[in-house]
């Protein structure tokens, strides 16, 4: 199977597994805003976002670290790598609920919960370091099945807590652990993981490499929650943990965006990996049209998904949350520029450039903070999603030219404005006009893509009818 069609089939299997996965948790927003107050909405966000930054520092990105060094090693090799991984994990669970424990001695707002976090921390990276595996070992079907079980089970249970027996928002934390837990038992047994852990695999060579490229995947993520958590902190600290709530909510449709983006990055980073002793001049090639292609898919789509979120707004979000609506076509822009900049990581990592990830995000980071910081008091809760955009913004102008000292990447610059230019129609008409324009928006926004992206469109064609 060529690339091309590896890719393609990869992209589609995980495409699958992301749609339903998101479309089921999407289909929780109704239950938050009517069954949760904008306030106790933006406490639990803010809890999950401190959470978060620590899990993230403390599990080293373990889960990527796993996979990537797994496709250096053949067959029954590839043991080595999962058996060393689960060290570090193991590690890495200690130093974490000792760090979260001692964060709730402080009462910080966000961390009233400690047994509540660690468990969700511990069964989220868990979940995650197993599906790693799983797909490492090209068992892609088994990755998604999972994810789709944890889904299930979350969506379930959230909505017997909330609805059903009118619980309180603590019980969130509840349903994302049985989900994890549930889908972190089903990959484990579908890989047989017992009979991979073998004491004879342990290698400290191995171990100190593996430690040595996931520091700085881990002093990235630190990095990386000045560009997301930082947000959340200083809107509950400057604004309110309502204005935190509304945030939360138009962060949820720019979920969108990595319901489409997630299994394309996932089959791409695997190509890479796989790819990764090819030929600098075949891998730029390759490179190149990926990431163009990948561009104009993005701003394409978040152009034409905004019509229909104008229109559907109102059925999924309570009134109470309404003062979100003016803050998704920033917050679905900033998650475009996320993406991109994951992609570009990707092939950081594919390269094992590691510590180029980190710089480049910490140059994003400083940026978002002192935008958000100098414009909260004059702009309110929408200064977050302008940081955001400039931050994502360096992060993918800088990490583009450091992957140029490697393999040639090159941008169609004139197809990129043309995207943006529609989708500065297509958010201007979402503010400030009702279904009706953006009803008739659609047809506008169809033409224009069409007639920007005729070229990608027409090579895409080709290659369906080979």
């Known amino acids: 199977m060529n690339k091309l069609k590896q890719f393609g089939k990869t992209s589609f299997i995980y495409l699958l597994g992301t749609v339903f996965s998101k479309a089921a948790m999407f289909l929780l927003l109704p239950i938050y805003t009517q069954y949760l107050t904008p306030s106790t909405y933006g406490l639990y966000d803010l809890s999950i976002t401190y959470n978060t930054l620590v899990f993230s520092i403390l599990y080293l990105d373990i889960f990527g670290v796993i996979m990537r060094f797994m496709f250096d090693f053949e067959e029954k090799e590839k043991e080595k790598p999962i058996v060393n991984g689960f060290i570090i994990f193991i590690a890495s669970t200690i130093l974490y609920t000792l760090a979260i424990f001692i964060l709730s001695m402080f009462k910080i707002e966000g961390f009233n919960n400690p047994v509540y976090l660690i468990l969700v921390g511990v069964s989220t990276n868990l979940q995650q370091t197993v599906g790693f595996i799983a797909r490492a070992f090209h068992k892609n079907k088994i990755f998604v099945v999972g994810g789709m079980i944890g889904t299930i089970i979350t969506f379930c249970a959230t909505f017997l807590f909330l609805v059903v027996l009118n619980k309180s928002y603590e019980y969130i934390y509840i349903s994302t652990i049985l989900g994890m837990l549930i889908s972190s038992i089903y990959i484990w047994n579908k890989m047989t993981l017992f009979s991979k852990i073998k004491v004879t695999n342990v290698d400290f060579n191995l171990l100190k490499e593996m430690q040595k490229y996931a520091l700085p995947l881990s002093v990235n993520s630190a990095a990386i929650w000045f560009l997301t958590g930082f947000n959340r902190f200083i809107i509950s600290n400057q604004l309110s943990l309502s204005s935190n709530g509304f945030y939360a909510v138009a962060t949820k449709f720019s979920g969108i965006v990595n319901l489409v983006t997630t299994g394309f990055q996932m089959a791409f980073q695997e190509l890479v990996f796989e790819d990764s002793h090819q030929d600098r001049k075949t891998l730029g090639i390759f490179y190149t049209r990926s990431f163009n292609t990948y561009i104009s898919f993005l701003i394409s789509g978040i152009s034409l998904a905004l019509p229909f979120l104008n229109m559907g707004f109102p059925l999924v979000v309570d ?148």
Do not use: C
């Open 319 to 466: 009134t109470a949350f309404s003062n979100a609506k003016v803050l998704i076509p920033l917050a679905l822009l900033s998650a475009v520029f996320s993406s991109l900049s994951s992609f570009l990581a990707s092939m950081l990592s594919a390269l094992k450039k590691t510590n180029y990830i980190f710089t480049t995000t910490v140059q994003a980071a400083i940026v978002n903070v002192v935008v958000v910081v100098i414009l909260i008091n004059f702009l309110g809760v929408q200064a977050a999603n302008i940081s955001l955009v400039l931050g994502f913004g360096v992060i993918v102008f800088a990490r583009l030219k450091l992957v140029n000292k490697f393999v040639q990447v090159k941008i169609n610059y004139k197809n990129l404005f043309a995207n943006l230019l529609v989708f500065l129609v297509a958010s201007l008409v979402f503010i400030k006009y009702g279904v009706l324009a953006n009803a008739i928006n659609v047809g506008v926004i169809l033409l224009l893509a069409v007639i920007f992206n005729k070229k990608l469109l027409l090579l895409f064609y080709k290659k369906i009818k080979e």
